[in-house]
T-cell receptor
Framework: DVKVTQSSRYLVKRTGEKVFLECVQD?????MFWYRQDPGLGLRLIYF???????EKGDIPEGYSVSREKKERFSLILESASTNQTSMYLC????????????????FGSGTRLTVV | DAKTTQPPSMDCAEGRAANLPCNHSTISGNEYVYWYRQIHSQGPQYIIH???NNETNEMASLIITEDRKSSTLILPHATLRDTAVYYCIVRVVFRYGQNFVFGPGTRLSVLP
């Protein structure tokens, strides 16, 4: 069964800490995405990557950075965590659009619920 | 900004068909409509997608109007396990890939 795995289900961090959220996919997908989800706001795109070492800003990149050193792994980094970054973080992956027959679009992980205190 | 609008919530009786509407009046000719759902505390799950024609799979049917400005997701026999937030999404294709712009979705409650 294809999978997107997020390393932690729940995290509690202190304000000012550097936080790493890890995401691994086993589908050989080129595209990977990080979203955050907040009540009433739906899912908002933070960053995405279309290839190893490539990254693009999404709608709300401020306060975040990403790393994609290997195809299967996409990391989200909070350089200095703040309380307004308390949220559910969702990772997703998909194949390249040119190969996308539209069968399933994105595959999502189960999410990491981060609390910054 | 989300390119779709959906009602914030709907109720449906168990065993009946659930019809979830979506407006996407600014959709472009080559943009697909996707539907996902999210059950509490889980990641979104793919349901179905379409471009112009109506589509059906083991989970649902998707009816797209001829002008493509709106669509309806149909769950033919809703069960309690179908209670979830349903997202109607227009896939935006750009140079290096694609992006799904999620709106708040419709919270479907299936009632016994």
């Amino acid at each position: 069964d294809v999978k997107v795995t997020q390393s932690s289900r729940y995290l509690v961090k202190r304000t000012g800490e550097k936080v790493f959220l890890e995401c691994v996919q086993d589908m050989d997908h080129e595209n990977m995405f990080w979203y955050r989800q907040d009540p009433g706001l739906g899912l908002r795109l933070i960053y995405f990557s279309y290839d190893v070492k490539m990254k693009e800003k999404g709608d709300i990149p401020e306060g975040y950075s990403v790393s994609r050193e290997k195809k299967e792994r996409f990391s989200l980094i909070l350089e200095s965590a703040s309380t307004n970054q308390t949220s559910m973080y969702l990772c997703a992956s998909s194949i390249l659009i040119i190969r996308d027959r539209g069968d399933y679009g994105y595959t999502f992980g189960s999410g990491t619920r981060l609390t910054v205190v | 900004d989300a390119k779709t609008t959906q009602p914030p919530s709907m109720d449906c009786a168990e065993g009946r068909a659930a019809n979830l509407p979506c407006n996407h009046s600014t959709i472009s000719g080559n943009e697909y409509v996707y539907w996902y759902r999210q059950i509490h505390s889980q990641g979104p799950q793919y349901i179905i997608h379409g471009l112009k024609n109506n589509e059906t799979n083991e989970m649902a049917s998707l009816i797209i109007t001829e002008d493509r400005k709106s669509s309806t997701l149909i769950l033919p026999h809703a069960t309690l396990r179908d209670t979830a937030v349903y997202y109607c999404i227009v896939r935006v294709v750009f140079r290096y890939g694609q992006n799904f712009v999620f709106g708040p979705g419709t919270r479907l409650s299936v009632l016994p």
